[in-house]
Nanobody, 119 residues
């Protein structure tokens, strides 16, 4: 059974930096993508940054140049370095893992970690 555990959410002032980490436990096979989404009340969950097809990365336009997704030395861990944070970055951040082929393809989500940016 795959589980995603996130950490690093916090309350921080605008302009500050924060790093989120996500570690996947269990056996990972045929990983299609792994990365971060975020959601605010009343809105759909949106992509923030993600690894796809190995080392390809994709970022939301709103975070390009400020956020960086990376793979850590700890196996099955991805981090999100967030710089120059803005109040509009306030959200619950979710780690996502897309794994498997055809019938066995599954999406996994972490429990979410709250990031609050004060102005």
């Amino acid at each position: 059974q795959v589980q995603l555990v996130e950490s690093g959410g916090d309350l921080i002032q605008a302009g500050g930096s924060l790093t989120l980490s996500c570690t996947a436990s269990g056996i990972l096979v045929n990983v299609n993508a792994m990365g971060w989404y975020r959601q605010t009340p009343g809105k759909q969950r949106e992509l923030v940054a993600i690894f796809t097809d190995g080392d390809n990365t994709n970022y939301a336009d709103s975070v390009k140049g400020r956020f960086t997704i990376s793979r850590d030395n700890v196996p099955n861990t991805v981090s999100l370095q967030m710089n120059s944070l803005k109040p509009e970055d306030t959200a619950v951040y979710y780690c996502n893992l897309d794994m498997g082929r055809s019938y066995f393809r599954r999406n996994y989500w972490g429990q979410g970690t709250q990031v609050t940016v004060s102005s």
